[in-house]
């Protein structure tokens, strides 16, 4: 049985497009130093990852208390959730499902909304929690900076929960650690395995009000966060340089976007990260995944998300020969479904 979410294929492939990491991440040193860090395993990790709390304090120049560290950015998610059990909560959508399957656990009422019409259905629906993705999984879009901070200084009585996990992908203006500062009402998530592909180790981590921390932590499970997973933390963290180069990236986006617009059954959307859909004009998403497969290639089936009933895929952009690769049998599909 597959879940929903990208990479859910655990064979060989030729390229994976189906999950949102830095596809180019050279992991050598990395690996290195967690095969060292093997032989702490013996013994039982720090109960609350203190020692990579207190360094993502130091280097984002907040207290200890105004963090918490997670099991992957899901941990959060669904502490979040439970903290607030039966609050009310608009969903900004189309995007990731486990918001709304943490608040459905957590008996919230729900409310999904499209993003311009945020501040309207604040309005009518009196929420207790607004949750929003920025850039936003599936589709890479952003909000402006400054709409945002406006709708936190408008609905003080709102928490919004902004999900930052993406930030590494995208050159738009997002929203400052320090903007908790400003704003009490704002509880903002981090991944640290996007930017540095290593989502199986599992990493995130959360900033708030000291009170809203205490509030999360109240919720955490001792040793939830792996020996392994807080050497990998502080090792890239403390890294000086690496190959990640997000202009070039997103240059190879446009195009890998326009030659797959050019086949003539599919249609990019508009994105501000490396990631974004397509829709299938012929043809079922389903299918296309399974043809792809067969050539060992993966692809994210995105027709789970809000989008109206559209056959949607979720790509994400690999290294130039590989994105080839995808869009000449993207060609041979077309091919089939035309004969």
């Known amino acids: 049985m597959t879940n929903e979410h990208g990479d859910d294929f655990q064979g060989a492939l030729k390229a994976n497009f189906s999950s949102n990491v830095w596809y180019g991440a050279d992991n050598t040193a990395l690996y290195n130093h967690l095969s060292i860090s093997l032989i702490k395993t013996t013994r039982y990790p720090e109960p609350n990852a203190e020692s990579l709390q207190t360094l993502i304090a ?11 560290i997670g099991n992957g950015s899901i941990d959060i998610i669904y502490r ?19 918001y709304s399957k943490a608040c459905t656990i957590n008996q919230h009422t729900i409310k999904l909304c ?23 999984n599936p589709d890479g879009t952003c909000f402006d900076r400054k709409e945002l901070q406006a709708i936190f200084y408008t609905y003080p009585q709102v928490t919004f929960i902004v999900d930052q996990s993406f930030i590494d ?19 903002l998530i981090y991944s640290l395995t996007k930017r540095f592909s290593i989502p199986g180790l599992r990493i995130g981590y ?5 009170s809203v921390i205490l509030q999360l932590n109240h919720y955490k499970i001792p ?45 990019t959307k508009p994105s501000q990260t490396p990631f974004f859909l397509v829709e299938l004009t012929n043809g079922k998403a389903a299918d296309l995944k399974t043809f792809l497969l067969e050539e060992g290639i993966l692809i994210r089936n995105a027709t789970n998300f809000e989008n109206n009933g559209m056959e949607i895929i979720r790509l994400n952009t690999l ?6 690769l ?9 091919c089939n479904l035309s004969h």
């Open 169 to 187: 992908f995208t050159l738009q203006e997002t929203l400052p650690v320090t903007s908790i500062c400003e704003f009490p009402n704002l509880i």
């Open 223 to 267: 040793w939830s966060v792996n020996t392994l997973a807080i050497e990998a933390g502080k090792f890239i963290l403390n890294k000086q340089v690496d190959s990640f180069d997000l202009k070039e990236w997103l240059t190879e986006t446009i195009r890998f976007q326009s030659e797959i617009d050019k086949i003539g059954c599919f249609k």
């Open 319 to 324: 290294s130039r020969e590989q994105n080839n």
């Open 114 to 136: 499209y993003r311009e019409n945020l501040s309207i259905e604040i309005d009518k629906f009196q929420p207790d929690l607004v949750w929003l993705c920025n850039p936003n």
């Open 58 to 68: 130091n280097m984002q120049n907040l207290q200890s208390t105004q963090i918490s």
């Open 80 to 98: 979040i959730a439970q903290a607030y059990q039966g609050k009310k909560s608009i969903i900004v959508s189309p995007t990731f499902s486990e």
């Open 206 to 210: 959360v900033i708030a009000s000291e």
């Open 326 to 334: 995808l869009i000449n049998t993207l060609k041979a599909w077309n």
